[in-house]
């Protein structure tokens, strides 16, 4: 039970945070090939003291609200956020939206600040530093929110955090190496499958919130997951024929 | 700028404005239930189960729907 819970809370945070590293990375890197690496690692630590005042400042309000009532409000955002990436991830597989390219996006924040240089090469490190500093700041939010949503209602805090933080490292190393953007990744079945994690947790964490004995208490979780992959896999497989013929 | 980071936060969470109001519908009736013990939790579980995966359908297709239309 506890090795299924354990399991479950770093699979879902390293998986929804490398999908967010991964996009963070591609815009930091924009920044440091266009302004060096300077603006980018100043906007990046920026953003990281942000966040650790954040982690700091919400951390141990957390600890005061009680349980039930942080499990159901949890698991609420949990379900708008989970719920909105396997919309999302079903609507990108059936082609009713674009797929997110990194490759794309590196190339739109080159281009957006190499506009920018010519128009005010003085100010250029200030709005370099500061593209670094709002990417690091929400993707690292989004991985703040997961970390504590998978982690805070079931003492897997730790876990989780280890998961976001292996995502991280991976992510970084294998950019450092690369040193390009990391369009290799399968995003949308990343996210797929973290909407799938996320929105099973929240299902069962407002349950819980509320009093509801899941059967097979924490293993119920795997269940939920299994009831969104199985929804979303068939919306996919009976709406892509349709989509396909209206392109 | 602070303003523009709110706002993208916010966007974690609400994105479809129908989507959003579905489930807080759903997860608000399972609470409401649940408070006036009209079943109890097994009746607010069983919300939760057909009602979260059916709002989901319901929005892609809708999606699906107004995007043939347009």
Known sequence: ?247 | MIGSIIKEILGLFVDDEILAIGILAIVGLAAAITLMQRGGPTVAALVLVIGLPAILVADVLLTLRRSTRT
Do not use: C, Y
């Open chain 1, 1 to 247: 039970m506890i090795t299924t819970t354990f399991m479950t809370a770093v699979s879902a945070a390293f998986l929804g945070a490398l999908v967010e590293v991964v996009e963070a990375f591609t815009i930091v890197l924009a920044v440091s090939l266009v302004r060096g690496w300077r603006p980018a690692l100043l906007g990046t630590l920026a953003g990281f003291a942000a966040l650790a005042i954040m982690i700091v400042v919400l951390g141990p309000v957390l600890g005061l609200i009680p349980l039930r009532a942080l499990q159901f409000v949890v698991g609420a955002l949990l379900l708008l956020f989970g719920l909105r990436w396997l919309r999302k991830a079903i609507l990108r597989s059936i082609g009713l939206i674009a797929l997110h390219d990194e490759e794309a996006a590196f190339v739109a924040h080159t281009r957006e600040l190499s506009v920018a240089e010519q128009r005010r090469s003085d100010s250029l490190d200030w709005i370099a530093g500061l593209a670094a500093f709002k990417a690091v700041l929400l993707e690292g939010t989004e991985v703040v929110f997961i970390v504590i949503a998978v982690g805070a209602g079931n003492g897997m805090l730790w876990p989780a955090s280890l998961g976001a933080l292996s995502a991280a490292v991976l992510v970084l190393a294998v950019g450092a190496l690369a040193h390009k953007p990391l369009s290799q990744v399968p995003e949308n079945a990343l996210k797929f499958a973290v909407g799938v994690m996320l929105s099973a947790f929240g299902l069962f964490w407002v349950g819980e919130g509320l009093g509801v004995n899941w059967p097979g208490e924490d293993l119920s979780i795997l269940g939920f997951a299994s009831m969104f992959l199985a929804v979303g896999g068939a919306l996919i497989f009976a709406v892509r024929p349709r989509s396909a013929e209206t392109a």
